[in-house]
């Protein structure tokens, strides 16, 4: 039976960081599913539609098990609904485990059939958040290195 992961998250935008969390999904799960949430409440850089194109340009060519999706409502649901056996979560450092823990949990009382994997993000990329990501693009620093090549043509592309 083919192994299906959900690797869920808001990808506004994607960093090297989430990039090195599905290469590591992809060596132990046939098929990943990159789902991005779509959240009403937030005002963010980038579209859904946008957000897709991205993640389609720069995980396609590398990752032919990703398939990027959308979901709303409640992750547990949208992980019966693909029948998938896990969700992905990279943690960075104790303040991620601590932000992580309680979805964990509260993931798991909804939903006991659907595992949570916490893959430890590389070192190179501890620090690298999307926020972090969008506050020096913002003030005018350099993100070269911690994005996709696309993401860094696209910020350019939006502020010019
Ligand atoms: O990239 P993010 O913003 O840290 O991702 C957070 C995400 C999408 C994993 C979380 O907000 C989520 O699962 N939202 C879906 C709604 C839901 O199921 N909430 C209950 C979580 S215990």
Redesign the pocket.
């Known amino acids: 039976m083919a192994r299906r992961a959900i690797y869920?998250?808001?990808?506004d935008p994607l960093t090297n960081g989430h990039v090195d969390i599905i290469a590591r999904a992809c060596q132990l799960f046939d098929q990943v599913i990159v789902a991005i949430?779509i959240n009403q409440g937030k005002q963010p850089m980038f579209s859904v539609e946008e957000r897709i194109e991205i993640l389609n340009a720069a995980l396609g060519p590398r990752f032919p098990q990703v398939v990027i999706e959308t979901f709303e409502?409640?992750?547990?649901d949208y992980a019966d609904q693909k029948q998938a056996h896990a969700i992905i979560?990279g943690v960075r450092s104790i303040k991620d485990y601590e932000y992580e823990l309680p979805?964990v949990l509260?993931?798991r009382r909804l939903n006991p059939r659907v595992e949570t994997v916490l893959f430890v993000a590389a070192e190179e990329n501890s620090y690298v958040s999307s926020s972090l990501i969008k506050e020096v693009f913002n003030l005018g620093g350099s993100i070269e290195g911690l994005v996709p090549e696309i993401v860094l043509k696209r910020m350019k592309e939006k502020s010019s």
């Open positions: 869920p998250g808001t990808f949430l409502g409640l992750l547990v979560r979805m509260m993931n």
